[in-house]
């Protein structure tokens, strides 16, 4: 008598461009946000700006961009509006050489007002997408991330390298 046999069912490869598509769900998901901090007269980028600079500072241009992994002419052009705006100040550093990016009190304000409109929307997202649809996509994300992350460096204990 024959054993009926597993069915293996072949999985089609995805169509298109796995790149293109998540720029595609990274600009949409990134215009939801912008519409809640135009609101305040923020980018998300000056909102990611100043909340570094609140948990960080006051610290050194160049530290402040490496935290950010952005450029120092990227940082200096991102920082002027804020600085403009009064919520951030650039002041010298303790050797006198040195910058010192810090927040101003009415850069903790601006901040305070922009996470209530980070959260909306972020709750407008989850709406939209649905909470387990977002779990799944933070995890799929995730895991994602530490499959690609890059691999250890070897060494092969001769001592130059």
Same mark, same amino acid.
């Given at each position: 008598?024959? @054993?009926?046999?597993?069915?293996? *069912?072949?999985?089609?490869? /995805?169509?298109?461009?796995?790149?293109?598509?998540?720029?595609?769900?990274?600009?949409?998901?990134?215009?939801?946000?912008?519409?809640?901090?135009? *609101?305040?007269?923020?980018?998300?980028?000056?909102?990611?700006?100043?909340?570094?600079?609140?948990?960080?500072? /006051?610290?050194?241009?160049?530290?402040?961009?490496?935290?950010?992994?952005?450029?120092?002419?990227?940082?200096?052009?991102?920082?002027? /509006?804020?600085?403009?705006?009064?919520?951030?100040? #650039?002041?010298?550093?303790?050797?006198? !050489?040195?910058?010192?990016?810090?927040?101003?009190?009415?850069?903790?304000? @601006?901040?305070?007002?922009?996470?209530?409109?980070?959260?909306?929307?972020?709750?407008?997202?989850?709406? !939209?997408?649905?909470?387990? !649809?977002?779990?799944?996509?933070?995890?799929?994300?995730?895991?994602? #991330?530490?499959? #690609?992350? /890059?691999?250890?460096?070897?060494?092969?204990?001769?001592?130059?390298?």
């Amino acid at each position: 008598m024959n @054993k009926p046999r597993a069915v293996l *069912r072949e999985v089609a490869p /995805p169509q298109g461009c796995t790149h293109f598509k998540l720029r595609q769900l990274v600009r949409r998901v990134g215009q939801h946000y912008d519409v809640e901090m135009a *609101r305040i007269g923020l980018k998300t980028t000056q909102y990611s700006l100043l909340s570094h600079v609140f948990k960080l500072g /006051p610290l050194r241009p160049g530290e402040l961009a490496q935290a950010m992994t952005m450029d120092a002419s990227t940082l200096t052009r991102n920082l002027k /509006p804020l600085i403009a705006a009064g919520w951030v100040e #650039l002041a010298a550093g303790a050797d006198g !050489r040195s910058r010192s990016v810090s927040i101003t009190p009415a850069g903790r304000d @601006k901040r305070t007002e922009a996470q209530r409109r980070w959260r909306a929307a972020q709750e407008g997202l989850n709406a !939209r997408l649905g909470v387990d !649809r977002v779990n799944a996509l933070h995890a799929l994300v995730d895991d994602s #991330l530490d499959l #690609l992350a /890059p691999a250890p460096i070897e060494h092969d204990g001769d001592g130059d390298g």
